[in-house]
């Protein structure tokens, strides 16, 4: 590590701490020539993936966009928004555990409709029809068939 104040290449670790949120490590370093102090900070750095769109257009990856998919599905639902953010994580930690430099759009959709599969049945059919383009009132049926197979408990959500 390069001294902030003289520019030599030579420091020395003195101290290390984890942060308070144990997301990154505090170093206390010094200076061999000057002998000044200074502190660092040492974080992960995760890399999510390219993401391909359908038309092979390439673009940075952007959570804001899957959770806007979530909000849009989850309009006037009763999901706490703490169950949204789990989601969204749980989906980052899929594609990130893919290991992959990029991953197609239809790969992140599927994963978001598996998780809101999960949380609500109306959110799940909302996102759906629109992800699958639903075009007949057959395709919502059989989306609604499969939510209510046999076997499953329907999900209830507020009063």
């Known amino acids: 590590m390069k001294c902030p104040f003289c520019k030599a290449d030579d420091t020395a670790v003195i101290d290390s701490r984890l942060?308070?949120?144990?997301a990154?490590?505090?170093?206390?370093?010094?200076?061999?020539e000057c002998v000044k102090r200074f502190t660092t900070y040492e974080r992960v750095e995760l890399a999510m993936p390219t993401v391909i769109k359908s038309?092979?257009?390439r673009t940075a990856y952007d959570r804001e966009k899957i959770r806007t998919g979530f909000m849009?599905?989850?309009h006037k639902r009763p999901v706490p928004t703490d169950n949204v953010d789990d989601a969204i994580n749980r989906v980052e930690a899929r594609i990130?555990?893919?290991g992959e430099r990029e991953i197609k759009s239809r790969t992140i959709g599927e994963l978001v409709m598996r998780e809101l599969k999960k949380?609500?049945?109306?959110?799940?059919i909302r996102f759906a029809s629109?992800?699958?383009d639903f075009q007949r009132v057959d395709d919502f049926r059989d989306a609604i068939l499969q939510v209510?197979?046999?076997g499953r408990k329907a999900r209830r959500q507020g009063p």
């Open 55 to 57: 038309n092979g257009y």
């Open 148 to 150: 209510k197979r046999p």
């Open 19 to 22: 942060s308070e949120d144990a």
């Open 130 to 132: 629109v992800y699958e």
């Open 24 to 32: 990154s490590v505090r170093r206390r370093r010094q200076c061999k």
């Open 96 to 98: 990130l555990s893919l």
């Open 119 to 124: 949380m609500d049945d109306v959110a799940y």
């Open 72 to 74: 849009r599905a989850l």
